[in-house]
């Protein structure tokens, strides 16, 4: 995609503002990624928490073991085992989407953790008052867990979003043309390294704080008593 | 040929990630302690360097920073030997992570007896060393344990800057056998026994620390 590309390398000035268009590009496939991966992340983390609280033990204990495996072992090579590994077994997709549902698999192991923290912060007497009161499940779960449990569960999962935004230059060793990838391609045409790795690493910190600030302003703003659920 | 003829070269894979791991665990609770020491009692000047610090080595990614210190660096005249480069990249990493533990722990002694040590005429080091310290430690354990983990799980990057790392091994015993399934799936396993045999050590660790072993006592009190 860069050939007919020429960098001005003059200066530092004129090499980062010529560069700049294309690690923006790099950008949004960055924050697309980020937002794929999160997206996995909070689906599957629930799924693997309510497997978790499964009545059968050995579902219960299955899910433990996945959800540890999963964190206790690396994002890249993780990446590798689906990069490669998925094939093999027929299932194509793009690099984009395995890079994705890599990075959706490993923080669904945190944000599991996080729902679960988030549902047993609820007292075992509001179950049982629950029960009491003849509520369904259903009912105990939307009107009576959730709307408290979700307060305490959005500071974690915006922590967790901030963190997967930093991991994304991962995808860039299985060719997706993320922010890292691109400025690693042009410092490699151009053997200055200096400047897009720096700008990638400045445009890395502007995102963090901005994103930290945003979050503190969120949970400033969220209720402490609860959210309704309907 | 068979993948499992490639196990010694995968364990040799795994001796470097362990001992990339372990010194950048070492190095950052240095740097974890020198920095959030600073953010606590650096007054104005030393504490703002400190919280720079913590941004700046949180805040951009660990892969853009290894890049940067193996890539950019030597451009401007200061180059490691990549192995070097890793673990001050990891320490350096893990470091401003725990800065951030230091400072909760440290911050989170109550005043009280801070007042107490300002009373009985203790200096500033005396408090920090007899009073805060040994009390904050206790309380950093548990975080220093996942970011141990952590350490482990990001050293894989290493691998990037042609270091033979386990990763490393995986993928070049993959480039010759082609047999992705197994090699990722022991390599995998490796990983996770490695987190084990970590969170083993960290729990020790954390027994000792508890029992007050950290801070000896002087013979007379």
Known sequence: ?230 | MDWTAYLPMLWQGAVVTMTITLAAIAVGIVFAFVFGVMRVEGGPILSTVALCYTEVFRGTSLFVQLFWFYYALPLVGLSFDPVTTGILVLAAHAGGYGSEIVRGALSSVSVQQLEAARALNFSRLQTLFRISLPQAVVEMMPAFGNLAIETLKLSSLVSLISIADLTFSAQSIRNITLDSASIYSVTLLCYFAMSLLLMVGVRLIERFVRRGNAFPRAAHS
């Open chain 1, 1 to 230: 995609m860069m050939y007919g590309y020429e960098w001005d390398t003059t200066t530092w000035l004129t090499y980062a503002t010529s560069i700049l268009p294309i690690i923006l590009i790099g950008l949004t496939v960055t924050l697309k990624a980020a937002a794929a991966g999160f997206a996995i992340a909070l689906v599957l983390g629930l799924v693997f928490a309510l497997l978790r609280r499964s009545r059968i033990k050995a579902v219960s204990w299955a899910t433990a073991f996945v959800v540890e495996f999963l964190r206790d072992t690396p994002l890249l090579v993780q990446l590798f085992f689906l990069y490669y590994v998925l094939p093999e077994f027929g299932i194509v997709l793009p690099a984009f989407l395995t890079g994705a549902l890599a990075l959706g698999l490993q923080y669904a192991a945190y944000t599991s953790e996080v729902y679960r923290g988030g549902i047993e912060a609820i007292p075992r007497g509001q179950w049982e008052a629950a029960t009491a009161l003849n509520l369904t499940r259903r009912q105990t779960y939307l009107d009576i867990v959730l709307p408290q449990a979700v307060p305490r569960i959005v500071p974690a999962m915006g922590n967790y979003l901030v963190a997967m935004i930093k991991e994304t230059p991962v995808l860039s060793v299985v060719t997706v043309l993320e922010m890292m990838g691109l400025a690693n391609m042009i410092s490699e045409r151009t053997f200055e390294y200096l400047v897009p790795l720096t700008m990638v690493g400045l445009i890395f910190l502007l995102l963090t704080l901005i994103c930290s600030a945003l979050l503190h302003r969120l949970q400033m703003a969220l209720p402490k008593a609860g959210i309704p659920m309907r």
